[in-house]
């Protein structure tokens, strides 16, 4: 998985970061705008604050649909893995009675690991070993249905376990990919600048009118702030306020049919 300094660092933090670095963009601008006073009229100077400013809200709006788009992509991969997963398990059943009793056992362990790949948070290491044990498991019940499709005693219960049992491999890649997409972090980056830059020039034009006005100033970073909080936290599920626990309580339930 990919990491970076924006990836690694808590949400919150970011955002409190940012906020402190908007307030002091509008002092800056604001003690900039008083030493340049006179050389630019208070409309004109209001006109460019009100185009910084409609430009961040349109980038702060395309960015959080980007997360929140992804972010219920990754839910929906969670629950049709468990509904594949379980699929899978109930056409044990159609081989006779000792092969469904070994077959169970190892998709037993495939559900334990699949839990252990998200009960490992944040924790790189832990999610590839989780990954890799699945994928482990994985292969030996395909080698051991195919091994069963040879013998034509079995060719209605090969013929339903084996797309049963691809679709439940494929779709692990599936939600590996859909945990690697994140927002690029060029337009993190540059929404982090254009905040910067948006209220430098708020203070810069509040400067022209004589007084900042500190309430204002104070409610439009904060504002701007959570905004970005919750579209770094929709972006990464393993970590922060937004999770995906719900969705993989539908995995952690299919322990129920190996009671």
Same mark, same amino acid.
């Given at each position: 998985?990919?990491?970076?300094?924006?990836?690694?660092?808590?949400? $919150?933090?970011?955002?409190?970061?940012?906020?402190?670095?908007?307030?002091?963009?509008?002092?800056?601008?604001? /003690?900039?705008?008083?030493?340049?006073?006179?050389?630019?009229?208070?409309?004109?100077?209001? +006109?460019?604050?009100?185009?910084?400013?409609? #430009?961040?809200?349109? #980038?702060?709006?395309?960015?959080?649909?980007? +997360?929140?788009?992804? !972010?219920?992509?990754?839910?929906?991969?969670?629950?049709?893995?468990?509904?594949?997963?379980?699929?899978?398990?109930?056409?044990?059943?159609?081989?006779?009675?000792?092969?469904?009793? *070994?077959?169970?056992?190892?998709?037993?362990? !495939?559900?334990?690991?699949?839990?252990?790949?998200?009960?490992?948070?944040?924790?790189?290491?832990?999610?590839?070993?989780?990954?890799? *044990?699945?994928?482990?498991?994985?292969?030996?019940? $395909?080698?051991?249905?195919?091994?069963? +499709?040879? @013998?034509?005693?079995?060719?209605?219960?090969?013929?339903?376990?084996? =797309?049963? #049992?691809?679709?439940?491999?494929?779709?692990?890649?599936?939600? *590996?990919?859909?945990?690697?997409?994140?927002? =690029?972090?060029?337009?993190?980056?540059?929404?982090?600048?254009?905040?910067?830059?948006?209220?430098?020039?708020?203070?810069?034009?509040?400067?022209?009118?004589?007084?900042?006005? $500190? %309430?204002?100033?104070?409610?439009?970073?904060?504002?701007?702030?959570?905004?970005?909080?919750? /579209? %770094?936290?929709?972006?990464?599920? &393993?970590?922060?306020?937004? @999770?995906?626990?719900?969705? @993989?309580?539908?995995?952690?339930? *299919? &322990?129920? @049919?190996?009671?």
């Amino acid at each position: 998985m990919e990491s970076n300094i924006i990836l690694e660092t808590d949400a $919150w933090v970011i955002a409190i970061l940012l906020f402190s670095v908007m307030l002091m963009s509008v002092f800056i601008g604001k /003690t900039v705008g008083k030493r340049m006073r006179g050389k630019k009229t208070a409309e004109k100077k209001i +006109s460019e604050t009100s185009a910084l400013t409609a #430009l961040l809200f349109f #980038l702060l709006a395309f960015t959080f649909g980007m +997360s929140s788009e992804r !972010y219920d992509s990754r839910r929906k991969i969670v629950v049709e893995e468990a509904n594949d997963i379980g699929t899978a398990l109930l056409r044990c059943d159609l081989y006779p009675d000792s092969v469904r009793t *070994l077959l169970r056992k190892d998709f037993k362990l !495939y559900v334990e690991a699949r839990i252990d790949y998200y009960a490992a948070g944040p924790n790189l290491k832990k999610i590839l070993k989780a990954d890799s *044990l699945s994928q482990a498991i994985s292969s030996r019940l $395909w080698k051991q249905t195919a091994e069963l +499709s040879k @013998n034509p005693a079995n060719l209605a219960a090969t013929q339903q376990m084996i =797309p049963a #049992l691809n679709t439940m491999i494929d779709v692990t890649s599936s939600r *590996l990919a859909g945990e690697k997409a994140k927002v =690029p972090q060029s337009i993190l980056i540059m929404l982090f600048f254009l905040s910067a830059i948006t209220a430098f020039y708020n203070g810069y034009s509040e400067a022209g009118k004589g007084k900042v006005d $500190w %309430l204002v100033q104070i409610g439009f970073c904060l504002l701007v702030s959570l905004v970005i909080l919750f /579209t %770094l936290d929709l972006d990464r599920p &393993r970590r922060g306020f937004v @999770n995906l626990d719900l969705p @993989n309580q539908t995995i952690i339930d *299919l &322990r129920k @049919n190996f009671d």
